[in-house]
């Protein structure tokens, strides 16, 4: 949806300016919220599917009884990473008090995705550390999740 407005807003601005018919004054505003929230949530889509870039050297090499503890170890590095994001985040919306110029909307809103995004991350985390533990295996990787490999042999 924020790809979406992203792309609509900017190809109505551009075809306004080059027609000479109007311009968006506040459209700068609208993009830059768009963005960041689109940024954020993504990257909290991404988290669920564990599509982000990692390094599963060692997760291939470790026997197979230590992938629990290892997902689990990796679950909880993560939670205390996203701890401190959604703290620092939510920090800085609260600070915030500035408005944008043309608009008047709180710039908080632009910052408020960043501790949503933190939580939602937070809980895939906790998901996947419980799945490690009851399923008795490690996270995917990056064979595992491409099919390359069946779901028993990771």
């Known amino acids: 949806a924020c790809l979406a407005g992203l792309l609509a807003l900017l190809a109505s601005n551009v075809a306004g300016r080059v027609s000479g018919w109007y311009s968006f004054a506040w459209y700068d505003e609208i993009i ?3 963005f960041a ?7 909290a ?9 990692r390094i599963d ?10 992938a629990p503890w290892h997902g689990l170890l990796v679950s909880a590095i ?4 996203l701890y401190y994001m959604a703290r620092e985040g ?5 600070r915030s008090a500035a408005l944008t110029p043309v608009l008047g909307l709180p710039v908080g809103l632009l910052y408020a995705c ?10 895939y985390s906790l998901r996947d550390g419980l799945l490690c533990l009851t399923a008795r ?18």
């Open 32 to 34: 830059e919220m768009l």
């Open 90 to 94: 939510l920090t800085l919306t609260q």
């Open 37 to 43: 929230w689109m940024v954020f949530l993504g990257a």
């Open 57 to 66: 050297w060692l997760a291939q090499r470790l026997p197979r009884a230590a």
């Open 78 to 81: 993560n939670l205390f990473f």
């Open 45 to 53: 889509a991404l988290w669920r599917e564990q599509e982000h870039f």
């Open 114 to 123: 960043i501790p949503l995004s933190a939580a939602v991350m937070a809980l």
């Open 137 to 154: 295996r490690g996270l995917p990787t990056a064979q595992t999740a491409s099919g390359d490999l069946p779901p028993d042999d990771f």
